[in-house]
């Protein structure tokens, strides 16, 4: 008998908080085609097979992190994950690759069903040559602007993912961006909301807005299924919010995208980066395109020399401010166990 259950009364109001919250996330488990409008956002380096596999097969939806992988290695990631999971999960794929039709070639090989844009709007060609192939296309939505604009060129499902979230990050809330974004289009198409969830508190708080689910990363991060060195998941369960601040731009002329990380020595090599990228502009030495992708291998770099090497102060430790909700290493299912009880207590109180 479930522990949490202890006569029929209790049987019935359980039942009944749980019904609700399958029900708030009807939409998003009918697209996502799992049991939880749960997605695990893509970390790269850390959403690769083992991280995927295990949050799909707790019911979540898994989705690998294609970052700068070569279509070969996201051929032979997908295919990993398959032989681990035979429940959906997506593909994330960066718009500035400059392999982004053949990525989206890969994807439709191995029938993927969700393939999720990243890093900006989709390049011209890029959403008709996914869903050609029969994908669902997710897309991040900034603003609301860009959220009508997205859904008018045919994208499937949006996130929405304020600035509390780990990685690179707009300059809007989620609280924010949600009350921007879901009373326009939750009525149109899934919208999913990112950014700062560490509880099932606020999960029930934006499905109640119109979401048709949540999207995480810092949570899921350090679970026991993650393939995250010890010190990177060491540095997290000591870190609190504050300690996962934004960084900084130092130079007008060279817009970086900020990235939300625990503050240690690469915060500040990333500045020393900039000005070295900055110098380079000013010769004459490259152009703007070539300066921003020198940013983002920089990221790229420092991200693994943290997560696969454990190299905590040189590298780059993505985080969210969630980061001190995350408190020991557990496995995927019973985190989302836990997200899924928070949210059904939720509803729950506020029914009552
Ligand atoms: C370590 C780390 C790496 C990330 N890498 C990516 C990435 O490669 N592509 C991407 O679209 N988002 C990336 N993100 C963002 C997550 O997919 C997710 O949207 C975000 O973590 C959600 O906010 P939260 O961290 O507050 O839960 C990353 C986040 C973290 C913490």
């Known amino acids: 008998m479930d522990p949490r259950l202890r006569g029929d009364d209790d049987k019935k109001y359980i039942y009944m908080t749980t019904a609700k919250l399958a029900s708030l996330m009807a939409r998003g488990t009918d697209f996502l085609g799992c049991e939880t409008a749960i997605l695990c956002g893509a970390m790269s380096w850390v959403s690769e097979r083992n991280l995927v596999a295990a ?4 019911g979540g939806f898994g989705v690998i992190a294609c970052g700068a992988m070569t279509p070969e290695l996201l051929d032979r990631e997908i295919a990993a994950t398959k032989a681990l999971t ?30 999720v844009l990243a890093g900006g709007l989709p390049p011209k060609g890029s959403i008709e040559a996914i869903k050609q192939k029969g994908a669902k296309l997710i897309c991040f939505a900034p603003a609301l602007s860009l959220a009508k604009k997205l859904v008018r060129s045919g994208v499937d499902a949006l996130v929405v993912e304020g600035m509390e979230a780990g990685g690179h990050i707009g300059p809007v809330s989620t609280s924010v961006l949600a009350q921007e974004i879901l009373p326009d289009m939750a009525g149109q198409v899934p919208v999913f909301v990112a950014g700062g969830i560490g509880r099932g508190e606020a999960i029930a708080a934006y499905l109640e807005m119109g979401a048709a689910g949540v999207q995480l990363g810092t949570r899921f991060a350090c679970a026991t299924e993650s393939i995250a060195h010890a010190n990177f998941k060491k540095a997290f369960f000591r870190a609190s919010a504050r300690d996962a601040v934004a960084s900084v731009q130092i130079d007008a002329r060279l817009p970086v995208i900020p990235v939300r990380a625990l503050k240690n020595a690469g915060t500040e090599s990333f500045t020393a980066k900039q000005r070295e990228v900055a110098n380079l502009l000013d010769s004459g030495t490259i152009e703007m395109m070539e300066a921003q992708l020198q940013i983002e291998h920089y990221w790229a770099g420092a991200l693994r020399r943290a997560v696969i090497d454990g ?18 290493e557990e496995s995927v299912a019973t985190i989302i166990a836990q997200l899924m009880e928070e949210a059904a207590q939720a509803l729950a109180r506020r029914a009552a």
């Open 55 to 58: 949050i799909s097969n707790a």
């Open 86 to 115: 035979d429940r959906p999960f997506g593909v994330n794929l960066i718009t500035m690759h400059p392999q982004l039709f053949d990525l989206i070639d890969v994807c439709a090989r191995h029938e993927v069903g969700h393939v």
């Open 311 to 328: 190299d905590v102060e040189g590298g780059s430790l993505m985080a969210g401010q969630s980061v001190g909700m995350v408190t020991k």
